[in-house]
């Protein structure tokens, strides 16, 4: 199994936060030794590692079950902002994941884990049960990406926060409102300066992702994405959304070359 993490490393702690406009208030504040003694119900599942596609036993606490005791101090209408959780490790990476996909699937922050005699443990890890809830591969979302390890933080927001320069004005085409939700929920955890370059074309960003290739020259870290299947219907809808963005945010149409920053 390839590593991550073992017992004698200095015991990390995930801290849980509230973030809407310039507030961010911390909720909530545990070490992996915290974790283990919290009377929430564990869950068990064996789950394929992404790294190495080995099958995993992981244990841990359902996402959701972690939002409840962390927003549990907070008004209803504070609560009922949040519909974005933002995950980030301690080398500063994020990702970005749906309150309403934790709700549908039982993700869950993994304190321990194994596929051997050997129990492994040290720090957290977002675990995807995309293999005991294999439905959760159609959800058109970037599952790999989900895997995180070494969490040190969840802040619990919204996409208005955190992504309201890329959300379209006019919210009348489905179209359009569709191919925003598979560019925002999808790509601005990595391409988040993508509508400010025209670096790249729409064709070319198309081909590497539909081969899952990123070449040496390419940005550091780009993971290989395998759980995303896209074909042209949900390319055209990305167009439409780029092209409405577009028209929204430049002084003419003719001055828009359908162009991506990788």
């Given at each position: 199994?390839?590593?991550w993490g073992?017992?004698?490393?200095a015991?990390p702690?995930l801290?849980l936060?509230?973030?809407?406009g310039q ?5 909530k504040?545990w ?7 919290l009377?929430?119900?564990?869950k068990k599942?064996?789950e394929?590692n992404?790294?190495?596609?080995k099958?995993?036993e992981?244990s ?5 079950q ?8 907070l008004a ?6 949040i ?6 490790d301690?080398q ?6 749906s309150r309403?996909?934790?709700?549908k ?8 884990w194994s596929?051997?005699?050997?129990l492994?443990?040290g720090?957290?890890?977002c675990v995807?049960?995309w ?5 959760i ?6 599952l ?5 390890s070494k969490?040190?933080s969840i802040?619990?927001t919204?996409?208005q926060?955190?992504f ?6 006019k919210r009348t085409?489905?179209?359009?409102m ?10 601005l955890?990595?391409?988040?300066t ?6 790249w074309?729409?064709d070319l960003?198309?081909?590497?992702h ?7 020259s390419e940005k550091?870290g780009?993971?290989l994405?395998?759980?995303?299947h896209?074909d ?16 929204e945010?430049t ?6 070359e359908r162009r991506i920053?990788l």
């Amino acid at each position: 199994m390839q590593s991550w993490g073992n017992g004698h490393s200095a015991m990390p702690t995930l801290k849980l936060f509230w973030k809407i406009g310039q507030v961010r208030r911390e909720l909530k504040s545990w070490s992996v030794e915290e974790f283990q003694a919290l009377s929430l119900k564990r869950k068990k599942s064996r789950e394929r590692n992404p790294k190495d596609g080995k099958l995993v036993e992981w244990s841990g606490v359902l996402v959701t079950q972690l939002l409840e005791e962390a927003l549990a101090p907070l008004a209803l209408e504070q609560k009922a902002l949040i519909d974005l959780l933002v995950l980030t490790d301690d080398q500063g990476r994020s990702v970005t994941v749906s309150r309403a996909l934790t709700i549908k699937y039982p993700l869950f922050l993994a304190d321990r884990w194994s596929d051997g005699p050997q129990l492994e443990r040290g720090h957290f890890v977002c675990v995807v049960p995309w293999t005991s809830c294999p439905k959760i591969l159609k959800e058109e979302v970037p599952l790999e990406m989900y895997f995180l390890s070494k969490l040190v933080s969840i802040e619990f927001t919204s996409y208005q926060d955190r992504f309201s320069e890329y959300l379209l004005k006019k919210r009348t085409d489905p179209g359009s409102m569709r191919g925003e939700r598979l560019f925002v929920e999808n790509c601005l955890s990595c391409h988040h300066t993508a509508m400010r370059s025209p670096r790249w074309s729409l064709d070319l960003f198309n081909q590497k992702h539909s081969l899952g290739f990123f070449s040496s020259s390419e940005k550091v870290g780009s993971p290989l994405i395998q759980s995303i299947h896209w074909d042209s219907k949900h390319w055209k809808l990305l167009e439409r959304y780029w092209e409405d963005y577009a028209l929204e945010n430049t002084s003419s149409k003719a001055s828009w070359e359908r162009r991506i920053n990788l």
